[in-house]
């Protein structure tokens, strides 16, 4: 395996056009629509509302009703006939509005379109596309913002995808529909306004690969989706304190890129994962394992994690600030892994998670 | 893949008399194949060459020789991990039933399914669904993918009345309604959700017309009677090919054994068992055909002579049958790169 080294291609390339991640994704789904008559686009409100997030706006208009499809809310159903449909020759997207509500298709999702090519024995594979938002950020509370793509992660048969930049967002689409097996794809809903240039002709991305975002030679931060803001501002925070942090976007989070993270890691010699996700039982908890596994005598400190907090997320703003992973947490998680005094007043999340009731 | 080859088209009210005689020998042949393949199933199972849950369809075999007259080659099949009736009377060889039963490579999942997940995509049947109504989306999926391109064909979905009770039946019912999607359901009410009794799990036990609630054509059928499930589904079908929407039919039957080879069938009076028994599907066929003499003992006698040699040879040839290679294990996660695009 060769590990790609895209640079931020937005950093890299000329400016071509400033747009959105909810405009980029948008015309990802136009450029696929135009070109494959297999495919549509499958959901509650992706029509006439234009989807809950406004990602789909304007498609019903150029498409109709037929490719753009408004389905009952009935996760179960029209995940299972996008998978049905995926059986006999279509090419379906199927999107589900939060990653929250993907769990009343989990069924469909696990235990048909992961599992139907091994049950037959090679001969049903199942290419579909499930888009779903993930994260919080936005005060939407315990059943609209958690981050359990870590949970589809886990299964085999499934590709997951995270795209973190506008490159990804425009040109990941293209590659996960070429796939013959399921492919979910999870958008942060803090990205969608994220605005940046996006050069025209990037894509396809490669799905493979982690990319490295940013390079450096003290640590590296792996991370994918809605931290790798995160990521990036810390790195460029330590960056003034002398302390140089790789960054690492995973960007397919099944199957893992373990030769990439591999590759960042002897080069640095320690880590520090960020994912928002819950720490127990996380994909940070994984890449960890693995790092440690593969890379025991390249690490000169523990692999750090930085997760969101054990808990339901809270409304209040102070609240769910505080059960994310925040720069802050990152930085200081840094500053461990290098043997450097934290600042006081930063604030640092508990190294183990704790026992009993709360961990 | 039908058993007989009397064209679709026709009724058999309008085929000859003898036309319509090797018709019913031909679904009485069917029948029996699926009775005798289980039978011998019980005892490779009690002889432990036959592992895992194996749910045996004895009693219901009406209903998918029946139904299986009205699909054609093109029509797809969805159906439950009661499938072994289901996947014989659409022509998966026996042969590779039983090898994918003993675990073989030449099984009809290559081992990885078991009894209840045969598949053919060949024959477009797309497998037992072991999680009770997991299959009905997926029909709906297929459905809407013909819809959608314009081909003119029925998927055929079997679940149990047990699924009448997860929200899969009624989000897919729904689903399949509003958007008109050419879809048969076949519900094969056996009146126990595994061991808990119709009137024990629904509220309204009159199936059929709670699936009318969702404006499909519907209707309960004599599911011990081959000649009325053929003649339902016959109707049901023309009417999904019509273009009118989804069609149900709640098939009212019964198995005769127990839920599975691991159910003692606590919940069940011999007398109810007994009583239904009296309605076998398979011998009361045989009966009326003896009864207007279309059926001689010498006939019958070929006919169970030629079933137990297909199935002795079933059984033979997956003994004999190479098993899957371990290096193979993780073969089928995800399609091999080299069959990728």
Not at chain 1, 22 to 36: I, K, N, Q, S
Not at chain 1, 225 to 241: F, R, V
Not at chain 2, 4 to 12: F, I, K, M, V, Y
Not at chain 2, 266 to 288: C, F, M, N, Q, T
Request: net charge negative; with cysteine.
């Amino acid at each position: 395996m060769t590990a790609t080294r895209t640079r931020t291609a937005e950093q890299d390339l000329p400016d071509d056009r400033r747009t959105t991640y909810r405009e980029a994704m948008r015309e990802a789904l136009r450029d696929a629509l135009r070109t494959d008559e297999r495919v549509f686009l499958m959901g509650e409100d992706v029509g006439r509302y234009g989807g809950c997030f406004g990602v789909s706006l304007g498609l019903l208009e150029e498409f109709g009703p037929e490719r753009i499809r408004d389905a009952p809310l009935s996760e179960s159903a029209f995940v299972g006939a996008g998978i049905g449909a995926a059986l006999a020759g279509m090419r379906p997207i199927v999107e589900i509005m939060t990653v929250n509500f993907s769990l009343l298709a989990l069924d469909q999702i696990l235990n048909n379109a992961a599992t139907l090519l091994h049950m037959s024995g090679g001969q049903l594979s199942v290419p579909i596309v499930i888009r779903m938002t993930t994260g919080a950020g936005r005060q939407l509370a315990a059943q609209h913002s958690h981050s359990l793509e870590g949970w589809y992660a886990h299964i085999p048969g499934l590709r997951v995808v995270a795209p973190a930049t506008l490159t990804d967002a425009r040109y990941m689409l293209a590659p996960a529909l070429a796939d013959p097996d399921p492919v979910l794809i999870f958008e942060h809903g803090g990205l969608y306004n994220l605005s940046a240039g996006l050069p025209v002709d990037a894509g396809p991305v490669d799905i493979d690969h982690a990319a490295v975002r940013r390079p450096g030679t003290d640590v590296s931060l792996i991370t994918y989706g809605g931290s790798l803001p995160k990521a990036l501002a810390a790195a460029d925070d330590l960056a003034t304190s002398g302390i140089s942090a790789e960054v690492v976007d995973l960007r397919t989070l099944r199957p893992l890129d373990d030769a990439t993270m591999g590759e960042s890691v002897a080069r640095t010699h320690r880590a520090v994962v960020i994912d928002e996700g819950w720490r127990t039982g996380s994909l940070a908890a994984e890449i960890s394992a693995r790092l440690t596994e593969q890379h025991f005598y390249d690490l000169d400190a523990p692999v750090e994690r930085v997760c969101s907090a054990e808990v339901p997320v809270p409304y209040a703003r102070r609240l769910e600030e505080a059960a994310l992973p925040q720069v802050g947490a990152v930085v200081a998680a840094v500053r461990r892994t290098v043997g450097e005094p934290v600042p006081t007043g930063v604030d640092v999340p508990e190294r183990h998670p704790p026992s009993g009731r709360s961990g | 893949m039908n058993a007989t080859r009397t064209p679709r088209t026709a009724r058999n009210t309008s085929l000859s008399n003898r036309q319509a005689t090797a018709h019913r020998l031909a679904l009485l042949e069917s029948m029996l194949r699926v009775r005798r393949f289980e039978e011998r199933c019980v005892e490779l199972y009690s002889a432990a060459r036959i592992r895992g849950f194996m749910h045996l369809y004895i009693g219901e075999e009406a209903v998918a020789v029946g139904v299986n007259e009205a699909l054609t080659e093109d029509d797809a099949v969805v159906s439950t991990y009661r499938e072994h009736g289901h996947a014989l009377a659409r022509g998966v060889p026996a042969e590779a039933i039983m090898a994918e039963m003993f675990g073989r490579a030449t099984g009809c999942s290559h081992g990885r399914g078991g009894s209840m997940h045969l598949f053919d995509a060949r024959r477009r049947f797309y497998g037992g669904n072991a999680i009770v109504g997991g299959g009905l989306p997926l029909a709906a999926g297929i459905a809407l993918a013909d819809r959608m391109t314009g081909r003119n064909r029925v998927t055929c979905c079997f679940f149990g009345d047990g699924a009448f009770a997860e929200g899969e039946f009624h989000e897919s019912a729904n689903l399949a309604a509003l958007w008109g999607l050419p879809l048969l359901l076949v519900c094969e009410n056996n009146l126990y959700a595994m061991g808990t009794a119709l009137a024990r799990h629904q509220a309204q036990t009159d199936l059929a017309l709670r699936a009318a609630g969702y404006g499909m054509v519907s209707w309960a059928v004599d599911g011990m009677d081959v000649v009325a499930v053929e003649e339902a589904a016959r109707k049901a079908a023309e009417g999904v090919r019509a273009g009118t929407g989804p069609h149900f039919l709640e098939m009212r039957t019964y198995r005769f054994r127990a839920h599975s080879m691991y159910d003692p069938d606590r919940y069940r009076d011999r007398s109810e068992i007994e009583h239904w028994k009296e309605r076998d599907p398979v011998e009361g066929l045989a009966r009326r055909l003896r009864e207007t003499k279309e059926l001689t003992d010498k006939t019958r006698t070929a006919l169970e002579n030629r079933l137990a040699a297909e199935i002795d040879r079933a059984v033979e040839t997956a003994e004999q049958a190479p098993e899957e290679p371990v290096e193979d294990l993780l073969k089928y996660v995800t399609t091999p790169e080299a069959s990728r695009p």
